[in-house]
């Protein structure tokens, strides 16, 4: 299996909705990711985790909150998100380390809309 | 930190060659890497290199001089259905943390 698979592949969301976006690869890579992608611009780091520890957050506001229950999954908590979060989030995973980070292999990611 | 600079867009006809450019700046270096991604679609990987020297992949060739911070892709025999955004990309030390170029987004004619 080479794939990254990710649900929903649409969300549409209230501020004060809850939801989640997930995850899940069986490529045994031990280095998951999650990006965030605007129209016209490239893809955004959010959050690293490497064998299945939070290993990188680029100051990414509380309202997301990622997890990652074991090695194959990687979820997205979402919770009182703004209308400029509205975007495609993109989920990635690769081999561990600096060098393994240069060959990622992205889910077809989750387009939100928050209304 | 690290930057990339390549260009914004690119316009060539079908068949032919086109080279799309990437300098970047890091503060340690750990291979360079291109990535190409359709209107709508999600980023896929292309090449990656470590070393200098040039890479080949089918059509999609990938250049790198680190002395010069410079790298490069090539396509060659172009098709209309390599029209899309190709990102260079480093990664950004420790971590795993991969820094995108701003992408070039190429359109092929017929």
């Known amino acids: 299996d080479t794939e990254v698979t990710q649900t929903p592949k649409h969300l549409v969301m209230g501020m004060t909705n809850k939801k989640s976006l997930k995850c899940e690869q069986h490529m045994g890579h031990r280095a998951m990711y999650w990006y965030k992608q605007k129209a016209k611009k490239p893809p955004e780091l959010m959050f690293v985790y490497s064998y299945e520890k939070l290993s990188i957050n680029e100051s990414v506001p509380s309202r997301f909150s990622p997890e990652c229950p074991n090695s194959s999954l990687l979820n997205l908590h979402l919770h009182a998100l703004q209308p400029e979060d509205s975007a495609l989030y993109l989920c990635a995973s690769s081999h561990s380390g600096t060098t393994g980070a240069n060959v990622l292999t992205f889910g077809a990611g989750s387009r939100l809309t928050v209304l | ?110």
């Open chain 2, 1 to 110: 930190g690290q930057s990339l600079e390549q260009p914004s867009e690119v316009t060539a006809v079908e068949g032919a060659i086109v080279q799309i450019n990437c300098t970047y700046q890091t503060s340690g270096f750990y291979g360079l890497s291109w990535y190409q991604q359709h209107d709508g679609g999600a980023p896929t990987f292309l090449s990656y290199n470590a070393l200098d020297g040039l890479e080949e992949t089918g059509r999609f060739s990938s250049f790198l001089s680190r002395s010069d911070s410079y790298g490069y892709l090539l396509l060659q025999e172009l098709q209309m259905k390599d029209s899309a955004s190709y990102f260079c990309a480093v990664p950004g030390g420790q971590g795993g943390k991969l820094i995108f170029g701003q992408g070039t987004e190429l359109s092929v004619k017929p």
